[in-house]
Every structure is written in C-alpha cells, then in structure tokens.
Nanobody, 125 residues
Framework: VQLQASGGGLVQAGGSLRLSCAAS????????VGWFRQAPGKEREFVAAISWIDSSAYYTDAVKGRFTISRDNANNTVYLRMNSLKFEDTAVYYC???????????????????WGQGTLVTVSS
C-alpha cells in the first residue's frame, strides 16, 4: 500500500484545512488509518485515527472538537478536517495505515505498517 498525503498549506490562525490521505496499490478499506504530526524540533505525535471495524474515531486531546477524521472507502481516501487552527498546529502531517481493522493503542507509531510522505501545515499567528 502506498499512501499519499496532501492538502497542507499556509493558513491563518482560526482558519481551516482538509488533509487527504489517498491509498494506492491495494484498497485499505479494511485498515485502521491514523494521522500523526511532527512540529519543528519535536518528536512525531499522534493526532487522530479511524478504525475500519466501526469507523470509531480517536483524537489526541489537543485537537478534540477542532479536527474531524473521516474515511471514504469507495475512493480509498481518509480525510482530516482541521478547523480553528492554532499556531501550535504547525507541523508536517503524516498519514499511516495498519493492516488491522482496529487497534488497542491507536497512538503507537509501531502499530502502523504503512506511512505516507507527509504534508506541511503552517499556521500563521
């Protein structure tokens, strides 16, 4: 499975962006898909994930109520809608996929088998 993240860009604080994670090579409709981000000088961190089993969504506390993860299995794409963006959301965002339909620990990077190349989100204050 190859993952292609897109949709990043420059946005003012309070604005919105929608990131896309498109899969190719094979369908990932049965996979768990997650979004991670890495801010300059910081370690990569979990942002959100969506399971295949029941499309349950999981978020890190910092983005709850502002970000929404969703999936379109017909188009082999997962989205991350980001509203009310803050300066501290600035980071390279990566999507990742696990061959398992659900995970016990969605925030653990080692649970994901495939990674996209990342897309840069810059929020100006």
């Amino acid at each position: 499975v190859q993952l292609q993240a897109s949709g990043g860009g420059l946005v003012q604080a309070g604005g919105s962006l929608r990131l896309s994670c498109a899969a190719s090579g094979r369908t990932f409709s049965s996979y768990t898909v997650g979004w991670f981000r890495q801010a300059p000088g910081k370690e990569r961190e979990f942002v959100a994930a969506i399971s295949w089993i029941d499309s349950s969504a999981y978020y890190t506390d910092a983005v709850k109520g502002r970000f929404t993860i969703s999936r379109d299995n017909a188009n082999n794409t997962v989205y991350l809608r980001m509203n009310s963006l803050k300066f501290e959301d600035t980071a390279v965002y990566y999507c990742a996929a696990s061959v398992y339909g659900s995970l016990n620990y969605y925030y653990r990077e080692r649970n994901y088998d495939y990674w996209g190349q990342g897309t840069l989100v810059t929020v100006s204050s």
